[in-house]
């Protein structure tokens, strides 16, 4: 992330996949207006090959202010679903202390709570862009 040079970034777990249009409609949402996250929907991959649409988290869709993102009870969070401005991402990665080795499995988890310290806006798009595996 910090080696990159784009304006705004998205991950991808190596057993995802992106779904064909979803940077045309990210830029989009993006051309005209300044969002800090732009959030996209995701549908699950089951390990018997079962897709299934998700519900919209953490709210539905429309753009939220920093008071009430802040106000949002996060049930569930996720990096694999956000489109971040890089420059939000590298502070949120800046304010993580050096050494979090004791928490492995929640870097996601602590990442896209330091990123929200510095969110101003928020918008949650309806658009199925993200295929998450998920092996039980």
């Known amino acids: 992330m910090k080696t990159s040079s784009g304006k705004y970034?998205?991950?991808l777990d190596p057993d995802d996949q992106l779904v064909c249009?979803?940077?045309d409609e990210l830029y989009k949402?993006?051309?005209?207006?300044?969002?800090?996250?732009?959030q996209y929907q995701h549908e699950v991959l089951s390990k018997r090959g079962e897709i299934g649409k998700t519900e919209?988290?953490?709210v539905a869709s429309g753009?939220?202010?920093r008071t009430e993102i802040l106000k949002i009870k996060?049930?569930?969070?996720?990096?694999?679903?956000?489109?971040?401005?890089?420059?939000l991402m590298l502070k949120g990665i800046s304010a993580i202390q050096n050494n979090l080795s004791y928490?492995?499995?929640?870097?996601?988890?602590v990442l896209f709570f330091s990123v929200l310290l510095f969110v101003n806006?928020?918008?949650?798009?309806?658009?199925?862009?993200?295929?998450?595996?998920y092996i039980n």
């Not at 928490?103 to 988890?109: A, P, T, V």
């Not at 806006?121 to 595996?133: A, E, L, M, R, S």
């Open 74 to 87: 996060w049930k569930t969070w996720s990096l694999c679903r956000i489109c971040v401005k890089r420059s």
């Open 63 to 65: 753009i939220f202010n």
């Open 56 to 58: 919209a988290m953490p």
């Open 121 to 133: 806006n928020y918008k949650v798009i309806d658009y199925f862009g993200y295929i998450y595996t």
């Open 9 to 11: 970034l998205i991950t």
């Open 29 to 38: 949402h993006s051309k005209d207006n300044e969002y800090d996250i732009i």
């Open 21 to 23: 249009g979803l940077l």
């Open 103 to 109: 928490m492995i499995g929640s870097e996601d988890l």
